[in-house]
């Protein structure tokens, strides 16, 4: 490469990365602001009062344990079911897995937006409208194909002899997929729950139609009471709203660095 194209392309990665960059400094800035407005600056005060704030509002709190718990119950009900359907599509020869694997795919394709309305009717008539218990439910059965498709794409990638290895001892099919499968495909089941996790905690369509009390709205739906409730925009509390409704994702990212970086340990199991 040249150096004039060195120097573009270098040039047009760091305008992409102030693009990125300046929305975050005004987050952060914001959140310490007592009086922030909508262009970036450094306060001339830091302060906590946004946050306390947010924090001292019994609702916000409320709504942060509702995300957790529609996030968290869908992540986890979504990795088990992927991992226990995945195991056939990978390992068994089925007339109809093609079939099943691009139906799973032509469901992914769906747009949300398009489905909410009979979901909505269904939901209205079976009364289970403003239920947090069949929001989560639905919010599963909308993740399942994808997280289906991406954790069969991890199971054909470990070697069919290390299982016939674990049958020659006498264990059973879930005794393989604990003992053998699970341990090497644990950086997938992460993808797959950091995946499931973060949609459902950034999901904002789905509870603003199912759920209509204001006890019951996750997050992502209360962070809406900052813009213009009173007539104008708290920008200080929003920052501060937000910044603490980053914290999950980014905690869960930290974590599952440990895992996901040592990759797939194939190469130790098959020796």
Known sequence: MKKNEKTSATVALVIVGVLFLWPLLWLVFASFDAGAPLSVRIPETFTFDNY?????????????????IIAFTQATIVLIVSVLAAYPLSRYHLKYNNTILYSML?????????????VYILFFQLKFTNSILATTFFLIASALPYSIWMMKNFMDD????????????????????????LPLIMPGMFVVFIFTFSGSWGNFFVPFILLNSADKMPAAVRIYQFFGSYGSVAYGE??????????????????????????????????
């Open 52 to 68: 306390a704030k947010v924090l001292s509002d019994p609702m916000n709190i409320k709504s942060f344990a509702n995300s957790f």
């Open 238 to 271: 929003l920052a501060a709203f937000s910044m603490l409704y980053t914290l999950p994702i980014g905690l869960l990212y930290i974590i599952s660095q440990k895992f996901m970086s040592n990759g797939f340990a194939l190469g130790g199991a098959i020796k």
């Open 158 to 181: 470990v070697p069919v002899t290390l299982e016939e290895a674990a049958w020659m001892e006498g264990a059973g099919t879930l005794t393989t997929i604990k003992k053998v499968i």
């Open 106 to 118: 032509f469901l992914t394709g769906l747009p949300i937006t398009a489905i909410m309305v009979p």
